[in-house]
């Protein structure tokens, strides 16, 4: 648990040190730099995309898996 005031995504380098595999999320937790930060620790990083993205293709799993982020939360 963080305060309101602190950027969801500062506590997710810390908290993934001990994952592996894939770290799913929503639009909000999105970021180019945190992506790279995860792939370097073999983390694969999902989110859906935003309206303004490319489109990309993902793997039917990861499809699955992200229309039920909200139930694993």
């Given at each position: 648990?963080?305060p309101g ?23 909000g937790y ?44």
């Amino acid at each position: 648990m963080t305060p309101g005031n602190v950027n969801d995504r500062q506590p997710i380098r810390e908290l993934s040190k001990v994952l592996t595999g894939s770290l799913y999320g929503n639009k909000g937790y999105l970021s180019q730099e945190l992506a790279d930060d995860l792939a370097k620790t073999d983390i694969a990083f999902i989110t859906k995309n935003r309206r303004n993205m490319k489109a990309r293709l993902l793997a039917e799993w990861d499809n699955i898996m992200l229309k039920n982020v909200l139930l694993l939360k």
